[in-house]
């Protein structure tokens, strides 16, 4: 099995979270569970409608690609790529081809090749009858919702490195506020393209389409891998396709023979206007670098250089930004002199162990520093923390009035 080498490239989709629609007014709501209200002329495709840019939309991508340090693009264009589906009200979907907004960059180690810009599809549900028999709905709410479209280059080597750098990007998507990237909710699907071989070429590729889960995306993986070394293995050739998932039985399945690009003959959508990003001011390069948070991995970069706790208690703060809040006000607290450096370790064993409920960043940071000064006994700590977590209070005081101050005279010992 070792002889033969893994190759992935992923492409992710994620829906955008502007107020409106890519090229129409409609409500951008993934949350509405009614269908076919937020619908309008524009995104069901009707004859004689002309589709505007949402210009948040493309502002939420170039701050995506200058996150990533990708380069931006100077001038773009829409296109459309044409192929027929039931989810596909105009028979064409607006996409971005030769001229992305972005080309380049890097995420978590993996390297990019572009990000673009596109319209989502409405959504089909196939309802189940007993005798096996029923009907597709179609629901349009989700239709000309904005998309954008993230390829990596084939560098990707194991099922966790594609997992990671998914949860990466999610993150990164989620700090920047363009996304909510709810994968349950289908806000952001990721595509494996997956080759195995056991020379230096890249074998065969297959697509596998809409891994709605992290989890999915690894156990995906590792099956096509499994399947593609046993067909090898036998002297058989791997089909160029695209493969779906299945969820409970954790196979993949055959869904279609794998489309080119010239499949879907793309062509400049001649009803909108061609962009050329550096005539915007408010998407020049200065614009774009000062509307950026402090990203994911810079702030596991300061956490560890201010604070030095553990790479794990990291990873929560970044994950769970208002945990991080709390620990960085009780580092604030606890900032007061020098010599309390070291207890942030033992601030950050508190909150991520000990915590159950909400206690005043000032009053843990006193806890911690009764703690480090060997007033309170590991015990007595954990045993303060829980009053003042139901009761609220001044720590030193409480520890005073319950006996929870650790004696450490000899002569008070002995007596």
Not at 64 to 76: M, N
Not at 254 to 259: G, L, P
Not at 374 to 381: E, N, Y
């Amino acid at each position: 099995m070792s002889e033969y080498k893994l190759t992935v490239g992923l492409e992710v989709h994620a829906e955008l979270s502007t107020k409106t629609k890519m090229f129409c007014n409609s409500k951008n709501d993934p949350d509405e569970e009614r269908p076919n209200v937020n619908i309008c002329p524009v995104c069901m495709g009707y004859p004689g409608t002309l589709p505007v840019v949402n210009s948040e939309a493309v502002r939420s991508v170039l701050r995506l690609g200058t996150a990533v340090r990708g380069t931006i693009a100077d001038y773009t264009e829409f296109d459309r790529k044409n192929y027929f589906y039931p989810d596909i009200p105009k028979g064409y979907q607006i996409s971005q081809y030769k001229h992305p907004l972005v080309t380049g960059g890097e995420l978590a180690g993996v390297t990019l090749t572009r990000v673009h810009l596109e319209e989502d599809t409405a959504s089909s549900s196939h309802p189940s009858h007993e005798n096996g028999e029923g009907e597709s709905l179609v629901n349009f709410n989700r239709a000309g919702a904005p998309l954008m479209e993230l390829v990596t280059e084939p560098v990707i080597h194991t099922a966790e490195d594609a997992s990671r750098f998914a949860k990466e990007l999610q993150l990164v998507m989620q700090y920047l506020d363009i996304s909510h990237a709810n994968m349950e909710k289908g806000e952001m699907r990721v595509e494996a393209n997956i080759s195995v071989s056991n020379t230096d070429a890249l074998g065969q590729k297959v697509e596998v389409k809409n891994l709605n889960s992290f989890k999915a995306v690894e156990k995906a993986i590792a099956y096509e891998t499994k399947r593609h070394i046993e067909l090898l293995e036998k002297g058989e050739s791997v089909a160029q396709e695209t493969r779906g998932w299945d969820e409970n039985k954790e196979v993949t399945f055959s869904q279609r023979a794998k489309e080119d690009s010239h499949d879907y003959r793309y062509f400049p959508d001649p009803d909108l206007p061609k962009l050329f990003i550096s005539e915007i001011p408010e998407f020049s390069n200065d614009a774009l670098k000062e509307s950026l948070p402090e990203l994911p991995q810079a702030k596991r970069e300061r956490f560890s250089r201010d604070y030095g706790v553990k790479d794990a208690d990291i990873e929560v703060y970044v994950r769970n930004p208002e945990v991080g809040e709390y620990f960085e006000a009780v580092a604030k607290e606890l900032r007061s002199n020098l010599k309390d450096h070291n207890l942030f370790a033992l601030a950050s064993n508190y909150i991520l162990t000990d915590m159950k409920g909400k206690v005043r960043a000032e009053s843990l940071a006193e806890l911690v520093r009764m703690a480090g000064e060997g007033s309170l006994s590991s015990r007595g700590a954990k045993d303060l923390l829980k009053i003042i977590e139901t009761e609220g209070g001044d720590p030193r005081t409480i520890a005073d009035a319950r006996g929870l101050i650790q004696k450490n005279d000899e002569g008070e010992i002995k007596k």
